[in-house]
């Protein structure tokens, strides 16, 4: 008989990951979509910076990013990655591998048009992470993009989402004496059937 209750029940490792993330929006005082999202270089250095997870769909997660950044080209370049939720609140943190897809389409455009005019006109003006002269380059830049393109951009070619759809998914839960609850989802690959299995602290 299976030992997952509570917090950790149920059939659906997407359900249970959007259940813990509804319970961080009433606790976390910032940013509680936020992932430490790791990936690879070229030579198979790792790297891993902040981003915010916008949507976790029935069979996937996905955020959004400039495609010309450093995190879009290792993303694409090695086609898997890896994130962190982690929750000082909650004391909880779920960890996930898998594959990376772009999304591209119509997604994009819609998430693109609900962000604030500031942050649209922002995502046409920034080079991310090329190098960069100054703040008021960037501040002049913004101001040639906000004229020419107006108050309504269209979203830009070199930005959009990725999705990574995941091989293994973990759960972890803060338990007394360090002895914390750990319960891990693996599959072999998207689509296939979860095998779940607790783990040693």
Known sequence: MSDRT??????????IAREWLAEAEQSEPNDPNAIALATVDASGLPNVRMVLLKEIEPAAFVFYTNYESAKA??????????????????????RVRGTITREAGSQADAYYASRSLKSR???WASRQSRPLSSRAALMAEVAKITAAKGPNPPRPPFWGGFRLTPVEIEFWADGAFRLHDRFVWRRAEPGESWNIQRLNP
């Open 6 to 15: 509570g917090i950790f029940a149920g059939d659906d490792p997407f359900a």
């Open 73 to 94: 080209i290792e993303l694409e370049q090695a086609g898997k990655a890896a994130f962190v939720m982690h929750w000082k609140s909650l004391r909880r943190q779920i």
């Open 121 to 123: 006109l922002g995502a």
